[in-house]
Each structure stands twice: as C-alpha cells, then as structure tokens.
C-alpha cells in the first residue's frame, strides 16, 4: 500500500506522505515513491507549483530502524540527496508546508523547497549528532546557504529542535500561520504564484540557482541578462504585457 499520495488540481500538486503511526518519518520506500511522483510531474506544463504537505506532522526524520545497522554502501544506497536534489532543482516552484514535526531528513526535505510555511506549533531540528551522525541529505550544505555559516552551525552541532518562532528569526522559514492554516495558506500562495508566468518563474528560479553558483556577481548577471532576453521570444511575455496594455489578466500558456 502506496504511502505517498499525489494530488493535483488546478494547476497545483500536493505530495503527501500517509504514515500517520510513525510521525511520517521516512523510509526508503517513502523516498522512492516521492521521487517517482517527482519524475512523474517535473515536465507536466500544467503543474505550476508543487506543495510538500503531511496532516499533523511534516516528517519526524528517517526510519531509525532502517538504518541502524546498515554497513557504509548500504548507506549510501539509503541516502535520501538523490532524491531532495532532483525537488531542489525541478523546475517548478516547491513549498513545504510543515505542521507538527519537521526533523533530520524531514526537516532536509523542507530545506530543499524553494519557499517554507511552518504552523506556529512546528517543531523543527537536526538531530542527527545525538545518534552519531550528521545531517546528510543536504543538511551541512543547504543549511548554511539558507540562514548563514553561524545558525547553521548552531543549530546542526546542538541537534536542538527549535520552535516556529525561532526557525523563522534564524530565516529557517518565511513564515508562520496558525496550525490549522498551514495548508491553506500553502495553497493560496501556490495559486498565486501559478497565475503568474510560468515560463518567467521557471527561468528565474534557475537564473537564481546558478547566480548562487556563480562567485563572480558580474558573470552571473551576464547570464541573468542572456536569459532574461530570451522571454522576448516567447508568447507568455507578449501575452503578459499586452494584457497589462489592456488592463485585462493575462493568459499564460506556458510557451
């Protein structure tokens, strides 16, 4: 029985994990079937964002019981990175949307949505070192990028879970909503960012990845400029701005 749900409507998907007796920690077949959906939906033009979302829990780490005895290879054939890179870079725009607990490769997977809205009851940490390990699905790398070298460090060195309140003032998430509004609120700020250009979001949310890549500013504006050009070419730009011209809503198709 499928432990991931996927369900899309109007122009937005919703994944799910439905292992409500475990906190909806992860498993390896959890991972697999995300990644399935994942691969399943990354080319659909007609998904315009993708929203991480689990009722009361977002997802209280991995399985420890799947990896206690696992040797280094069965390690690495459990780690979760394959995974949570190809969510970071698909190029539609992702937001988790965390209730509850969101811990250790719970909280990665929250890291590695472009946008995260955590309920004011929210629970979230790394506590990988008090089981003799560190974060290694993203944790150490995106962490870091996310909220700075210091809370990073502050955070992944204690294993401490931290409230809503705190993991947004150390920029963890973007904000906080009562508990019964996370997923609400998810929506409609998926629904707005799907009325918007997909074309345009698609391109600047790889503009921004590669401009963080890029340690020369001027080089990564040369790219931004390229690419920015190339909008001219398409429908999407000509329907936005002829809308406004018009003082209509645009129609994107995405082309």
């Given at each position: 029985?499928?432990?991931?749900?996927?369900?899309?409507?109007?122009?937005?998907?919703?994944?799910?994990?439905?292992?409500?007796?475990a906190?909806?920690?992860?498993?390896?077949?959890?991972?697999?079937?995300?990644?399935?959906?994942?691969?399943?939906?990354?080319n659909?033009?007609?998904?315009?964002?993708?929203?991480?979302?689990?009722?009361?829990?977002?997802?209280?780490?991995?399985?420890?019981?799947?990896?206690?005895?696992?040797?280094?290879?069965?390690?690495?054939?459990?780690?979760?990175?394959?995974t949570?890179?190809?969510?970071?870079?698909?190029?539609?725009?992702?937001?988790?949307?965390?209730?509850?607990?969101?811990l250790?490769?719970?909280?990665?997977?929250?890291?590695?949505?472009?946008?995260?809205?955590?309920?004011?009851?929210?629970?979230?940490?790394?506590?990988?070192?008090?089981?003799?390990?560190?974060?290694?699905?993203?944790?150490?790398?995106?962490?870091?990028?996310?909220?700075?070298?210091?809370?990073?460090?502050?955070?992944?060195?204690?294993?401490?879970?931290?409230?809503?309140?705190?993991?947004?003032?150390?920029?963890?998430?973007?904000?906080?909503?009562?508990?019964?509004?996370?997923?609400?609120?998810?929506?409609?700020?998926?629904?707005?960012?799907?009325?918007?250009?997909?074309?345009?979001?698609?391109?600047?949310?790889e503009?921004?990845?590669?401009?963080?890549?890029?340690?020369?500013?001027?080089?990564?504006?040369?790219?931004?400029?390229?690419?920015?050009?190339?909008?001219?070419?398409?429908?999407?730009?000509?329907?936005?701005?002829?809308?406004?011209?018009?003082?209509?809503?645009?129609?994107?198709?995405?082309?």
């Amino acid at each position: 029985m499928s432990q991931v749900n996927l369900k899309k409507e109007d122009g937005i998907a919703v994944i799910s994990i439905e292992k409500p007796e475990a906190l909806n920690a992860l498993s390896r077949t959890i991972i697999d079937e995300m990644d399935d959906y994942i691969e399943a939906i990354k080319n659909d033009d007609n998904v315009r964002c993708i929203i991480f979302y689990s009722e009361k829990n977002f997802a209280a780490g991995a399985d420890i019981k799947d990896m206690a005895e696992c040797s280094e290879e069965e390690a690495r054939k459990f780690s979760f990175s394959p995974t949570y890179n190809k969510i970071a870079e698909v190029p539609i725009p992702t937001i988790a949307a965390i209730e509850g607990y969101a811990l250790g490769g719970g909280m990665e997977l929250a890291m590695a949505a472009d946008i995260r809205i955590a309920g004011e009851n929210a629970k979230m940490g790394f506590p990988e070192v008090t089981l003799g390990i560190f974060p290694g699905g993203g944790g150490t790398i995106r962490v870091p990028r996310i909220v700075g070298e210091a809370f990073a460090k502050e955070l992944i060195f204690t294993g401490d879970v931290v409230t809503a309140e705190r993991a947004f003032q150390m920029g963890l998430v973007n904000r906080v909503v009562k508990e019964e509004q996370v997923y609400d609120e998810a929506i409609k700020l998926a629904k707005r960012i799907a009325a918007r250009g997909p074309l345009a979001i698609r391109m600047a949310k790889e503009i921004i990845r590669q401009g963080l890549d890029e340690p020369d500013q001027n080089k990564g504006i040369d790219i931004e400029s390229e690419q920015w050009c190339k909008l001219f070419n398409t429908y999407d730009q000509r329907e936005g701005m002829r809308a406004f011209i018009e003082k209509r809503k645009p129609v994107f198709k995405n082309r």
